[in-house]
């Protein structure tokens, strides 16, 4: 094994609390979360498996468009919004209590076992000529079924291997991971689809999900739940997390900022017609394009590992980066040079990803560990419901209208939204640095 991945997955230390181990070269204070040897099997695991999975969605996409008449392709791509989303709304409920209940490092490599035979079967059906768009919709809709359990127990996971004090920093480098993965992955598959074909494209998607299998096998003395504070399995339990987050304004109002910003302005379900219609470029085009948010995006995390202990008036900066994020939308609608449309998305990615970080942050120091499954789950129902119906939203208009005055009016709404969202929540306008460790001391009595 080379020198860097002996460190990753060197021998274990003795059992401790949040099992510490050193690598053997000093790390930066802002990588300071990767000392710890569980959280760095979960970073490298995640890297890989979610790589696979950015790409899947973007060649699912663009495969989508081969399935169907020109005519249709429009409402084709909002539909896949549209069967995504309704296993979410369906499991999601208890999921969260599921991720309350039992143990989560079981839950991630069963849900990510199962997944990984989904997309084998859709590779092996596509490699074989035996795929058409009802197969497609229906291992889309079976994955995001599927996939509902995994983001609760994954959320729970992370932050219960490692100290208080790092969970900032923490949610910072995952959004590093996750915009590389975002950025590599359609990249990826733009060249898989024009070098070997959408098959292929698939298969590699169903081998990045070993890496997270074997990352959660090889995690040790994982802090467990005592029997107190584990969610009973009932429709009560369910309430609980809803009654949390809609009766906490800073939590909900995030929630409610995140959806209607993705729901009004979820420019990339139309960027197939974009790249084939408008800038005249093929796959190859089309894999750049779609990994230009993630590119934007990567920039923001890096930049945001270290700044985030430093942004003291964190509402204002998150109503802000919202905002340019619609903008960016509306000036995407209207671009017609590749490079122009290029910088825009881009900057659609740097924007999120700042909203991002800081809703992160607002909602982990703010929900004690007990709850944390049933608030990613409601968090769920907003953060993917918003994009998934805002995808058939998008297909619609622009199946009406064209796909530039979807973007536009798209753009237009998630600005109004936003500022609506400022008008009206003044605890989310004027949420500050020292508000969240107020947040940080409340939730502490939840921890492991």
Not at 302 to 308: K, R, W
Not at 352 to 381: F, H, K, Y
Request: aromatic share 10%; charged share 10%.
């Amino acid at each position: 094994m080379s020198g860097g991945w002996a460190v990753l997955f060197a021998a274990q230390p003795p059992p401790a609390r949040y099992n510490t181990q050193m690598p053997r070269f000093r790390l930066p204070a802002a990588l300071s979360p990767l000392r710890y040897y569980n959280y760095r099997l979960l970073f490298s695991g995640l890297l890989v498996s979610i790589l696979g999975s950015m790409m899947r969605n973007a060649v699912v996409l663009w495969h989508v468009t081969l399935l169907v008449s020109e005519k249709d392709r429009a409402l084709a791509l909002g539909a896949v919004g549209l069967v995504r989303i309704v296993p979410i709304v369906i499991f999601s409920l208890f999921a969260g209590v599921i991720a309350d209940r039992y143990d989560r490092r079981r839950i991630l490599l069963l849900v990510n076992g199962v997944m990984g035979l989904l997309s084998i079967l859709l590779a092996v059906l596509t490699l074989n000529g035996a795929v058409n768009l009802i197969i497609v919709y229906a291992i889309s809709a079976a994955m995001s079924g599927i996939g509902t359990f995994d983001n609760p127990a994954r959320q729970s996971l992370f932050p219960v291997l490692l100290p208080e004090k790092e969970l900032p920093r923490a949610i910072s480098l995952n959004m590093i991971l996750f915009q590389v993965a975002s950025v590599g992955g359609p990249a990826i598959g733009g060249l898989l689809i024009a070098r070997a074909g959408v098959g292929w494209a698939y298969a590699f998607d169903a081998a990045s999900f070993v890496a997270l299998f074997l990352a959660l096998l090889l995690m040790r003395d994982v802090p467990q739940r005592p029997a107190e504070q584990r969610a009973q399995f009932s429709l009560g339990a369910v309430r609980d997390g809803f009654r949390f987050v809609f009766g906490t304004p800073l939590i909900r109002s995030s929630m409610l900022l995140d959806f209607f910003a993705t729901f009004f302005a979820s420019a990339m379900a139309l960027l197939p017609l974009y790249a084939q219609d408008v800038l005249k470029v093929g796959a190859d085009g089309y894999g750049v394009l779609s990994a230009a948010p993630a590119v934007g995006a990567l920039i923001a995390s890096v930049a945001m590992v270290p700044l985030i202990e430093r942004i003291e008036q964190r509402g204002r900066v998150l109503i802000g980066a919202v905002l340019i994020y619609g903008l960016a939308t509306i000036a995407f609608g209207v671009s017609s040079w590749f490079w122009l449309t290029y910088l825009c998305l881009a900057a659609t990615g740097a924007a999120d990803t700042v909203s991002a970080v800081l809703r992160n942050v607002i909602r982990q120091l703010g929900t004690p560990n007990e709850l944390r499954g049933r608030m990613t789950s409601v968090n769920m129902i907003f953060f993917l419901g918003g994009p998934q119906l805002g995808e058939l939203e998008a297909g619609l208009v622009a199946s009406s209208f064209g796909p530039m005055i979807s973007v536009l009016t798209g753009g237009i709404g998630c600005v109004i939204a936003t500022l609506w969202i400022a008008a009206t929540t003044p605890d989310l306008l004027n949420y500050r640095r020292s508000t969240a460790s107020i947040l940080a001391t409340g939730a502490a009595g939840g921890q492991d």
